[in-house]
């Protein structure tokens, strides 16, 4: 979306020629299908970045508990997540993904409609729709995994992965340990992982 603002004319007309030859959607990220099991990398925003998920302590750990109730409607799996005051990703095991993309916007519509009536804002725009990237390696998995641990350190929420209270840090560091974290977060180092995509201030 914020890439899109800064194209050209030209660039625009390019950008929705390539995606009407590919049959993606004009102005969104395309949702890939497959009749077999992949691991995706999800996340979804709230619209222009504004932190309504985190507008309190209380509604963000509500959020967190819904979207894992949901996720795990139509996932097979979760391996990681974590949920900032703005935005939220996951890391999971996903078999039906046109499904599991629904099953998310109607979380979307839910929670929409609800904090809008809780914050008097009848007709705002809550979010920007879900991005998914399956992961194509074991290397790619594994950066992933501490692309989301980090996220909330990335972002200036909290200086360590296990400060942050919504995400799977804490438990996967305790699951794992530290040392092994550590030989994780060397191997599969996250470099320049969401770059272009993620760099939104709080």
């Given amino acids: 979306m914020y890439t899109w603002r800064k194209l050209t004319p030209s660039q625009r007309e390019e950008t929705l020629r ?37 507008k309190t302590p209380a509604r963000l750990a509500e959020y967190e508990a819904t979207l894992l109730d949901a ?9 990681a997540w974590c949920v900032l005051p703005n935005h939220w990703h996951a890391l999971a095991k996903v ?16 929670t929409s409609r609800a904090w809008n009536q809780e914050d008097h804002t009848p007709g705002r ?55 092994e974290a550590e030989r994780i977060w060397k191997s599969y180092p996250i470099l320049e992982y969401g770059k272009g995509w993620d760099e939104r201030e709080k």
């Fill in 125 to 179: 725009k809550c979010w920007h729709g879900c991005a998914d990237r399956r992961i194509r390696s074991e290397a790619h998995f594994w950066a992933t995994v501490n692309y989301i641990h980090h996220n909330p350190v990335h972002h200036g929420y909290v200086k360590k992965w296990p400060d942050w209270p919504f995400s799977s840090a804490a438990d996967w560091l305790e699951r794992i340990g530290h040392a």
């Fill in 18 to 54: 390539f995606r009407r030859q590919c049959r993606a959607p004009w102005h969104s990220p395309p949702h890939f299908t497959s009749d077999r099991p992949n691991y995706y990398h999800l996340t979804a925003a709230n619209y222009e970045h504004a932190p309504i998920i985190g």
């Fill in 71 to 79: 996720l795990s409607t139509c996932m097979e799996e979760v391996r």
């Fill in 95 to 110: 078999t039906d993904l046109r499904a599991a993309i629904k099953t998310l916007g109607q979380l979307n519509g839910r």
